[in-house]
């Protein structure tokens, strides 16, 4: 199951997803009850996380009306559905108490960076935060190259895990009975910020230089959906690809991860209390612009795709003002 959050006659309602159509939740329930007779109770919320497993209230409702619209066919759909391609999509989990990124989880990007990947028995995650409220940008909504450093933005494909039930200590081999669900991020880098060009040297400026590049506006887009955990049999066997512009620059699977997701969620609820709705993107694969010096410029269009998620589409464009 697949649902997104999306503008339907003038307001964020939820969806099931897919590439062709999205099948307002609220329509299936009533198309549903006046086909088999059956009242169906399915809450107004546009809040994914009561729709998801593993502690969503109308969870079930959602994945039975899901696999009823699985059911129907084309002139069925037709009369219940809208065009994805025309439809305002939303970031589908817009508030996140806590939105948590990987640094380093691909050896492959490690070592394209020029640096040596250690195996996870000798390290441990590199985890760092992004401002939600700012950094998270809807599908389709455009990347914006920031004014004060327009020449090194960079782009980063991942893998975002949705956190359904909280908790603190979670053991990695019950850690991913924690999650709701998959979505796709992109974790929009900016490679030589540099605040104070004319500064004097302090030991630790390159570590902030990096850490504040993380940070500009519009730089975490998200989308265009959220698979739920049950759809997704191992989250470590799924295929990664994005372009810009047609162009494929990251190809891999998160099978190269060198810690997987339930081995992520241990560590980080082993000194932060996990809850609903915090998010955490996974890190990122080889083929980033930097490798090679080529960043993203006004008029770009990424396109960052995990199957069976989705694609997730961003326009880039100029910072105005």
Sequence with gaps: ??????????????GFYDERRIVPLQAAAGACAASTGNAVEACASDDLLAFLPPDGEFFEIAAE??????RLDDNALGEISVDSAESQLLVPNPQPNKLFLLAGNYAKHIEEG????????????YVFMKPPTTTLTHPGAPVRIPSVSPHSIDWELELGVVIGRGGKGIKESAALGHVAGYTVINDISDRKFRPNPNRKLREKDNFFDWLHGKWHDSACPCGP??????AIDDPQNLEMQLRVNGTLHQDATTAQQIFPVAAVIEFISSFVTLEPGDMISTGTAAG???????YLQPG????????????LISPVVAEVG
């Design 114 to 125: 020029g640096e040596m990947a250690a195996e996870r028995a000798e390290t441990f995650p």
């Design 300 to 311: 770009d269009t990424i396109e960052a795709s995990i199957t069976p998620i989705g694609t």
């Design 1 to 14: 199951m697949r649902l997104c959050r999306f503008i339907h006659e003038g307001k964020p309602v939820v």
């Design 288 to 294: 980033v612009g930097n490798t090679t010096g080529t």
């Design 225 to 230: 959906c959220i698979a739920s955990a049950d």
């Design 65 to 70: 009306l899901s696999r009823w619209i699985g």
